[in-house]
């Protein structure tokens, strides 16, 4: 089973540390309880989904510490009305974390047949348009403003390709 990583874009240069971060996070793990998936469900959005059977949204709790995602579970016991013959359901509490890169955000949570999902998206920065002032010796500056479209256009510029103007 090969695993699809978000940072794997040309885009997204230089988060290949966050991604070994992640990677070193999951197997760093001691325990395998509650089993999870990470998929990717959009261009920018994952979702974690855990496996949380036996466990009610009252026993759950999603918290965001600075940059880290940590869900815990809890059941309350009442062992004392119950008698078992054979115990193989585990009713442990677990915690488990996750760490977030910059950017990401959680955006909900939904308990539906005995998996949690939550649903992370990463926010992409709208590109700023800069006023840039232009002087040429012994004349006055005057100021070009420049849109990110013409941004592209002038790196291109750059790297050898002619643009009549």
Sequence with gaps: MSRLSAF????????DH??????????????G???????????????ITLAVAGFSWDDLSVALEDNQLVIRGRQSEDEGERIFIHRGIASRQFQRAFLLADGMEVTGASLDNGLLHI??????????????????????AHTITVSADEASSASRARTGHKREV
């Design 33 to 47: 309880y509650p089993p999870y998936n990470i998929e990717q469900i959009s261009e920018n959005g994952l979702r």
């Design 8 to 15: 794997n874009s040309p885009l997204l240069l230089g988060f």
């Design 18 to 31: 966050f991604d070994r971060l992640l990677d070193r996070m999951s197997k760093s793990s001691p325990e």
């Design 119 to 140: 649903d992370l998206i990463r926010r992409v920065p709208e590109p700023k348009v800069r006023t840039i002032p232009i002087g040429r010796a012994g004349e006055a």
